[in-house]
């Protein structure tokens, strides 16, 4: 078992209802869990399935340098970069139009 934090921005309800049965929503958007690993792939299945235009980053404890990985689904500033075997967050330029 380990850590999960969800993080969700425009995603339809029937997405963070589901995420409520698993894990605790502490903030709107902000859901926080301990789960096993099998339970987190199953969680990451249903936010791909259901998320449509929304965003999700989702972040948990790992035993590596950083002491957690994370993955990141649809459009969003932040973007996940891979440096000297650490993944970083790069920012994509704000467009003043």
Do not use: C
């Not at 850590?3 to 995603?11: A, D, G, H, K, R």
């Not at 339970?39 to 936010?47: A, F, G, L, S, V």
């Not at 891979?82 to 920012?91: A, H, K, N, P, Y």
């Amino acid at each position: 078992m380990s850590m999960l934090m969800i993080v969700t921005e425009n995603v339809p309800p029937r997405l963070r209802g589901r995420l409520a049965i698993w894990l605790l929503e502490v903030r709107a958007g902000v859901y926080v869990g301990d789960v096993s690993r099998r339970t987190r792939e199953m969680i990451w299945q249903q936010i791909s399935k259901l998320s449509e235009t929304g965003n999700v980053v989702m972040a948990w404890a790992s035993n590596n340098e950083s002491g957690f990985e994370f993955q990141t689904l649809g459009e969003n500033r932040h973007l996940p970069v891979e440096m000297d075997g650490i993944r970083l967050v790069s920012f994509r330029p704000v467009d003043n139009q």
